[in-house]
């Protein structure tokens, strides 16, 4: 991929999106992009633009509705013509929907939405958030029309939503859970001594669960316990759930709670809380979750999509029904009781933590992302013909290959099913193009229930394999019936050779390029080693051996085939496919340098 590739992200808050995407932003660029960033004017504009970014102002409203804000798409529109993106990051719902539209309709070529946080319109119940609710999907369904887009959802109840609701295809969603957490700056520390501080952190939303939250600080101030209740962060004027500063500041007057305000210190925060509560009606997932668990503290949350992402109910915290401020105290108060489950959970908390929701994870998860959806796109532009006459190679050659073998396919029919009880086919699960499964056919060549009584990899000395089975292995006549799988478009001719799952989830990094092309018939890797079962042959444990001898030469060949496809490249593999079938010790000049494949038991001799 070209160097300095240019990644604009869009948000609708300048603050947010300093908060959580700031690293993800500082990340991109040393993997090579230029970053450029559209959001609404803000405190942390200043920032954004000292860290080199170039900073883009948008006329963009939290909660604005109606004709006004075709204003907004426009300016978008008109942005993305000017600067011409690579790849837009669209963030947040509002963004999602309005830079989608923008995005198609200035052909930027690749485009990654985040719907994170459904918020309200997905939470409440009222007719007025039913109604928006459909008008928001069927929004998705235009904004999502981009050839080559990536959603990334945070957890996996909002990428049913879109998915099931069918505004998205599924290999178009992607889930990477939460916005990570430096789990070297968020450390597990002790509690603090004197009165436990019970405490909540987030926008003042009546979704965050807010009022849940007060109605159990009354609950325990009338029975005169002995802890403090405490709220962080602003109330959210474009937000219709805001709690008003007002009542806010009514309540840390009367001494029911105490409202500390917006903190950006959230680790020195943290520290001075026993227990952290987030009560929310639903969530992307709450980064303040996975900070309060790096942090080694007990967590006290809903049973909601986002939530439950973080905490597993009694492992390190507690889930209680959402809109329940009366399980919600009795949560509390159990926790309160019982500093031994507190430090048993907050353990629990910063082990999962450190598992499953690093920073370093979610960047590295996203900015694969970017070059998945980057590498569309330049296939989109410099593959299209040459997908076209692939395909119709495949169907040409496939179509005529069937009907010329057709009395052949018959005989060997009549012969596998005279020799050895059983189908004549054989249908095994592979992994296709995009990570897909599909069922390859070939002629069976082994005892029914093979699978049952060993592994993937087949040795020439393999006990399952039928006599008749030996003879179509050697010249490869049992693969014959895969020009099914050609015709009906699962395979090609030409490309990697299909997989079975256990290995194509070992692949990690560049190797995944593989699962974007369709699985071939042959390729240089079939070439290079046109006699597996050869190579295993004396093997005690032929799947060890596949993985030692095979499989490391046969993926750099497979990743060699990705980078220089092209149509005569296909060709030129098809004659050294035959040419190697009539001359079995051919080796093209292509694969002169490539490692010779020592047979198992030539090694043993090593």
């Not at 200035?106 to 946080?117: D, H, L, Q, Y």
């Not at 505004?167 to 968020?186: A, E, W």
């Not at 603090?192 to 019970?198: D, Q």
């Not at 799952?501 to 990094?509: I, P, Q």
Request: aromatic share 8%.
């Amino acid at each position: 991929m070209p160097s300095r590739l240019k990644l604009l992200f869009v948000d609708n808050s300048v603050d947010t999106f300093y908060s959580y995407r700031m690293p993800l932003a500082i990340a991109a660029r040393q993997a090579g992009f230029d970053i450029h960033v559209a959001t609404p004017p803000g405190r942390c504009e200043s920032i954004i633009r000292d860290a080199g970014f170039t900073f883009h102002p948008l006329p963009m409203t939290r909660s604005g509705m109606g004709i006004g804000e075709l204003g907004c798409v426009i300016h978008l529109y008109s942005l993305y013509r000017r600067i011409k993106p690579d790849l837009v990051h669209h963030l947040r719902l509002k963004p999602v929907l309005y830079g989608g539209l923008a995005a198609y309709a200035a052909r930027v070529p690749a485009e990654i939405s985040m719907p994170t946080g459904l918020g309200h319109v997905f939470t409440a119940q009222t007719r007025k958030a039913l109604f928006l609710r459909v008008i928001t999907l069927a929004g998705c369904g235009i904004a999502f029309r981009h050839k080559n887009l990536r959603v990334i959802f945070q957890n996996p109840d909002d990428l049913a939503v879109f998915v099931n609701s069918k505004v998205l295809r599924k290999d178009k969603s992607v889930l990477i859970r939460g916005s990570g957490v430096d789990i070297s700056q968020f450390v597990l520390t002790p509690e603090p001594s004197g009165p436990p501080v019970v405490m909540l952190v987030g926008r003042m939303l009546r979704d965050k669960g807010v009022l849940e939250f007060v109605e159990a600080a009354k609950t325990f101030k009338a029975r005169g316990a002995n802890a403090r209740f405490v709220l962080v962060g602003d109330s959210d004027s474009g937000n219709p759930t805001a709690v008003p500063a007002a009542e806010l500041q009514g309540w840390h007057d009367s001494g029911l709670v105490e409202w500390w305000g917006y903190r950006e210190d959230m680790r020195q925060v943290l520290e001075q809380a026993n227990i952290v509560c987030l009560p929310s009606y639903r969530e992307g997932v709450p980064k303040v979750l996975i900070e309060a668990a790096a942090a080694g503290r007990v967590i006290v949350t809903t049973d909601v999509p986002g939530c439950r992402e973080v905490v597993r109910h009694g492992q390190n915290g507690l889930l209680v029904p959402p809109r329940d401020s009366k399980n919600l105290t009795e949560a509390i108060d159990f926790l309160l009781a019982s500093p031994s489950t507190r430090a048993r959970m907050s353990r629990r908390g910063r082990h999962a933590a450190v598992a499953n929701f690093s920073l370093d994870r979610v960047i590295a998860e996203t900015i694969e992302t970017y070059h998945d959806v980057l590498d569309c796109a330049a296939d989109e532009t410099g593959h299209r013909g040459y997908k076209i006459a692939k395909r119709l190679l495949d169907v040409a050659i496939s179509g005529l290959g069937l009907l010329a073998t057709s009395p052949f396919f018959a005989l060997i029919a009549l012969v596998i099913k005279a020799t050895s009880p059983g189908p004549v086919f054989y249908r095994g699960a592979r992994t296709g193009r995009k990570n897909t499964t599909f069922y390859m056919l070939k002629f069976r060549s082994m005892v029914v229930g093979a699978e049952r009584m060993g592994g993937s990899a087949t040795a020439n000395d393999d006990a399952r394999i039928t006599p008749i089975g030996r003879f179509l292995r050697r010249y490869k006549f049992d693969e014959l019936p895969q020009l099914l799988n050609v015709l009906t478009g699962e395979m090609s001719l030409v490309g990697p050779r299909p997989e079975v799952r256990k290995y194509t989830d070992l692949l990690v990094g560049e190797q995944r390029v593989i699962l974007k092309l369709r699985p071939g018939i042959t390729d240089w890797a079939s070439i290079w080693n046109s006699n597996e079962g050869e190579v295993l042959e004396g093997s005690s444990d032929p799947e060890a051996a596949y993985e030692e001898l095979i499989r490391p030469t046969k993926l750099s060949l497979q990743m060699k085939y990705y980078r220089d496809r092209s149509f005569w490249l296909d060709l030129k593999i098809l004659l050294e496919t035959a040419r190697k079938l009539f001359q079995p010790q051919h080796v093209p000049n292509e694969l002169r340098g490539t490692a010779k494949v020592l047979r198992y038991k030539d090694l043993v001799k090593i």
